[in-house]
């Protein structure tokens, strides 16, 4: 098997190993959810990393580049403000997280 065989069986076994991991995560998250852990917390934040971590490298596997992820992600927040989404009217989420995202670039 040549080099490149390797290379591209290796990518497909990560790709569905990490779609596996953002299954779990997400199943992780609705557990912590429905029990009310003391934790509870801590439990979401490390989740709802989790799921950007494997999301973002997910996306590299896929052939995306971080930064035009961020940039379509930027551009989905501003289509949302323009559209007025619920959540921006009601909490000023979209807002805050375009805000976040632009201060910070590194």
Do not use: C, P
């Amino acid at each position: 098997m040549k080099n490149k065989d390797v290379d591209i069986i290796k990518n497909m076994k990560t790709v569905e190993w990490l779609k596996a991991q953002l299954l779990s995560t997400v199943a992780n998250l609705y557990t912590t959810l429905a029990n009310g852990e003391e934790n509870t917390k801590e439990n979401l934040e490390d989740n709802i990393s989790n799921l950007i971590l494997e999301s973002l490298l997910l996306g590299k596997r896929l052939g995306l580049s971080y930064e035009s992820i961020k940039s379509t992600l930027r551009d989905n927040i501003q289509l949302n403000l323009i559209e007025e989404h619920k959540i921006e009217k009601w909490y000023g989420d979209l807002s805050i997280l375009l805000e976040f995202i632009d201060n910070h670039k590194d």
